[in-house]
């Protein structure tokens, strides 16, 4: 029987992530003796002793604290190395008084999975042109996913130049930054939104849909449809992802890394679901 240990997810704001139901669904249904649960915290220096505990497995990171969570790792995957940001800390013991904590992102494999779930059932994908919006560590992961996916040329738009220039300097040099809202230099076919949900009007994205198909995917889930879903579901030959579908498809990578097994996926999705449904049953 599997020793029983406890996950996290670490961050501010987060008292209403459905992380929890995620992964407690999937950690159920295989009969595993572990818990999940939610842990604010303004500094991942807060978590230290829970990070240090023997019964800790793993954890989420989430924002705004993926770009500082590498001090606590023992090793760190090559993807997180690249991306510079970790969302998944994995527990091991070496031995009985020793444990390894590995960093991974899974938010990059998530997101490289409906990227090419796409291209794979796209007849023809057009010549790709990808844009990331935000400059922080998910911004990071939707760039690395492009790039993993073969993307030719991708566009990092934030509102401060800066920031996005930033981003753009620690990967290769066919990632270009725009300050956004801005008119392209050329219209994408693959968007991906990594800020808040409401943070930016419905006319900040009015201008992005210019070719006949494509896919926008939102990380945001909160609202469940944010103004750049509003504006992608205006164009019929546009493909949808939205923010839930993104926590999900990461949630599935980190359940493989701490449990070895393959998640429950009809399960997983389902548990949230009911929440959903729930919750929107009480407004």
């Given amino acids: 029987m599997s020793t029983p240990r406890n996950y996290h997810i670490f961050g501010h704001s987060i008292s209403q992530s459905l992380s929890p139901t995620i992964h407690n669904a999937g950690f159920a249904h295989h009969g595993l003796p572990h818990h999940y649960d939610i842990q604010e915290c303004a500094d991942l220096n807060e ?12 954890c989420s990171i989430t924002m705004p604290h993926k770009l500082s969570a590498s001090k606590f790792c023992t090793s ?5 190395r690249t991306i510079g ?4 800390l994995i527990a091991t013991s070496e031995n009985s008084t020793k444990t390894i904590i590995h960093g ?10 409906l990227i090419t779930e796409y291209t794979a059932q796209t007849p023809s994908p057009p010549s790709s042109v990808g844009l990331v919006i935000g400059a922080g560590g998910a911004a990071r992961a939707g760039v690395y996913a492009m790039i993993q996916a073969g993307v030719q040329s991708i ?5 401060t130049y800066l920031k996005a220039e930033a981003v753009a300097r620690d990967f290769e040099s066919r990632v270009i930054p725009v300050a956004f ?6 219209s994408p076919d693959l968007i991906i939104g990594t800020v808040p949900g409401e943070s930016m009007g419905a006319e900040a994205f009015a201008g992005l849909f210019q070719k006949e198909r494509g896919l926008c995917i939102e990380m945001s889930y909160k609202p469940r449809v944010t103004n750049l879903l509003v504006v992608a579901r205006e164009h019929r030959g546009w493909v949808t992802a939205d923010g839930l579908e993104v926590l999900l498809r990461q949630a599935f990578d980190q359940f493989r890394l701490w449990s070895g097994r393959e998640p429950p996926q009809a399960v997983m999705r389902q548990a949230v679901m009911d929440v959903t449904e729930r919750v929107q049953s009480k407004v």
Avoid: C, K, Q
């Fill in 47 to 58: 978590v230290t002793t829970m990070i240090d505990s023997p019964d800790f497995g793993g």
């Fill in 85 to 88: 940001a970790i969302n998944t």
């Fill in 181 to 186: 809202p801005s008119r392209l230099p050329e």
């Fill in 104 to 113: 991974d992102n899974t938010d990059w494999s998530g997101l490289h999975s």
């Fill in 155 to 159: 566009y990092i738009g934030n509102r």
């Fill in 76 to 80: 760190i995957s090559a993807s997180a």
